[in-house]
């Protein structure tokens, strides 16, 4: 195996991640906003600019708010909008997800955005690590026409969830991309592809960037610190990836 093999999306907060992402070498972005509630979709401006100034793939995620991902009827309405922005801007694919309240996969409303974002990617976000049965969820994204899903696995870190992982590839069997993500970095990820035959993987290689401000108000002390991507991490995946041959065995 070689890089070529290989997909690294890097999921990023902020115009500025983007642009150190695209540099770094990712091969994708997964565009958000608001990183303390797990990502929202970007406004405007950023989704512009994001998309003038890097040449690589670039999906925003759509997601109207933190929290769960079972969506009122003006929420659902509003996410129908973001993505006609984001096909009017020529983005190549999106990130999105929809559940009912007993954890299945909201299939009628899944599949109207996957028809509405057409020709547009759509990939099927940890929403899936909230599901009750994974393996019918599985079946019901593709049955909505998505060409990916990303997962940790069902539990916090994606190397912990390996096993799932690896069953969800097998019967996925090149019908959807299965793409681990959560916790994965340049100590892992290279045991993870080859344990789980994943070729796509994902990462936020997250670091945080002190604020520049030389003034700060005493009465008003907080942490003013960005979400930020470490680049140097981003070489090392993209290199532990180059380096990853089919002899690589998993410890036992």
């Known amino acids: 195996m070689n890089n070529q093999n290989y997909t690294l999306e890097i999921a990023v907060f902020n115009l500025a991640s983007a642009l150190l992402a695209a540099k770094a070498g990712a091969d994708r972005i997964e565009l958000c906003e608001n990183a303390a509630e797990g990502g929202t ?25 933190g929290g769960d ?8 309405e509003a996410m129908k909008y973001d993505i006609k922005l984001v096909k009017e801007l020529g983005f190549q694919g999106l990130v999105t997800g929809l559940l009912n309240s007993y954890g299945s996969i909201d299939i009628d409303r899944t599949k109207r955005l996957v028809d509405l974002a057409y020709p547009l990617e759509v990939t099927f976000h940890r929403a899936f690590d909230r599901t009750v049965e994974p393996l019918q969820a599985l079946e019901d994204i593709i049955a909505c026409g998505c060409s990916r899903i990303l997962t940790s696995g069902q539990v916090p870190n994606a190397f912990d969830g390996k096993e799932l992982i690896k069953q969800l590839v097998e019967q996925a069997d090149d019908r959807i991309v299965i793409m681990p993500g959560s916790g994965v970095r340049s100590n892992n990820i290279a045991l993870l ?8 993987l994902h990462s936020s290689a997250r670091t945080s960037q002190t604020s520049a401000m030389h003034y700060q108000k005493q009465s008003m002390l907080e942490d003013l610190s960005m979400v930020s991507v470490d680049t140097e991490e981003v070489a090392k995946m993209k290199s532990a990836l180059a380096n990853t041959v089919s002899s690589l065995k998993f410890p036992v």
């Open 41 to 65: 979709t970007p406004g405007y401006g950023t989704l512009k600019l994001v998309r003038e100034k890097t040449g690589i793939p670039v999906f925003p995620i759509i997601r109207p708010r």
């Open 69 to 76: 991902f079972l969506y009122s009827d003006a929420e659902f």
């Open 193 to 200: 592809a080859q344990f789980t035959g994943a070729i796509e």
